[in-house]
């Protein structure tokens, strides 16, 4: 094998691997988003997030 093959073969690895982080970071998203809370003012879930974030 070449350097030039390795350097490919990194470089493939590497697309992979933002590949896999986005849908871990998006598995989250959504999981959340999912997530039921518990409100007392009868607020959605999602406007629950949305107030602690900003």
């Known amino acids: 094998m070449s350097a030039d093959h ?4 990194l470089a493939i690895a590497e697309v992979f691997r933002g590949i896999a ?8 998203l959504f999981a959340e988003l999912l997530a039921v809370e ?17």
Do not use: C, K, Y
């Not at 390795?6 to 073969?9: D, F, L, Q, S």
């Not at 982080?21 to 989250?28: D, I, L, T, V, W």
């Not at 409100?39 to 406007?47: A, C, L, S, T």
């Open 38 to 54: 518990e409100d007392p003012m009868g607020f959605p879930p999602v406007w629950n997030r949305l107030a602690r974030s900003t």
């Open 6 to 9: 390795i350097w490919r073969g």
């Open 21 to 28: 982080e986005r849908h871990r970071q998006q598995s989250g």
